[in-house]
C-alpha cells in the first residue's frame, strides 16, 4: 500500500506522479474493442487522416482512465473507500498514438464525513502530452474520492 490516508492530505498541495505512459495504437485498439466504440476516428486511419487531426486519435475515456489510474500509488492506493464522482472533465488537446502522458493531483478541497472516521478528498487531475512542444493540456477533470483515516483503518472500526 502506497496511498496516503485523508490526514496525509493538504489543500493547495500538487502532487506530480512519478509513472508516465507512452500510449501505443493497440492501447487505444484494446480500449475501444472493450468499450465497444467503434467510432472511425479512433480506429480507421484513413478516415482519421482526412478530419482536422490528420490521423487517429486515442480515445477520450482511455485518456481519462489512464490518467486516473497514474494517480493511484500517490493518493488512494489501498486507502479508499470509494470513487465519490469525476466531474467537469475536459480534453482540451488530442492524444495521439505515441504520445507520453504525465500526471498531477492537486488537492482542492477536504473534509470529514459526518461521523468523524472517514474524510472526503477532492483532486483536480490534469494530463499533459510531455513529448510535444509546449507539453499541451491533454486531459483534466475533478476526481472526489472517500477516504480512510489512519486510526480508523489501523483499529479496523
Excluded: W
Excluded at 20 to 36: A, G, I, P
Excluded at 59 to 70: D, E, H, P, R
Aim: aromatic fraction near 8%; glycine fraction near 8%; proline fraction near 3%.
Amino acid at each position: 500500500m502506497t496511498g496516503r490516508y485523508y490526514e496525509g492530505f493538504e489543500v493547495g498541495e500538487t502532487i506530480e506522479h512519478a509513472t508516465r505512459r507512452t500510449v501505443s495504437e493497440s492501447d487505444n485498439q484494446e480500449f475501444c474493442d472493450m468499450t465497444m466504440n467503434q467510432q472511425p476516428l479512433h480506429l480507421d486511419a484513413d478516415f482519421a487522416g482526412d478530419t482536422q487531426f490528420g490521423e487517429r486519435i486515442v480515445n477520450g475515456l482511455y485518456t481519462m482512465s489512464l490518467a486516473v489510474g497514474i494517480t493511484i500509488p500517490e493518493t488512494t492506493d489501498g486507502t479508499i473507500v470509494a470513487n465519490l464522482s469525476y466531474d467537469d472533465v475536459e480534453h482540451p488537446a488530442p492524444v495521439f498514438h505515441g504520445d507520453t502522458i504525465r500526471v498531477q493531483s492537486t488537492v482542492t478541497d477536504k473534509r470529514e464525513t459526518s461521523d468523524g472516521e472517514r474524510g472526503v478528498v477532492t483532486f483536480h487531475v490534469e494530463a499533459f502530452a510531455v513529448n510535444r512542444e509546449d507539453e499541451p493540456l491533454i486531459c483534466e477533470f475533478d476526481r472526489t474520492v472517500l477516504s480512510l483515516k489512519r486510526e480508523h483503518a489501523e483499529t479496523g472500526d
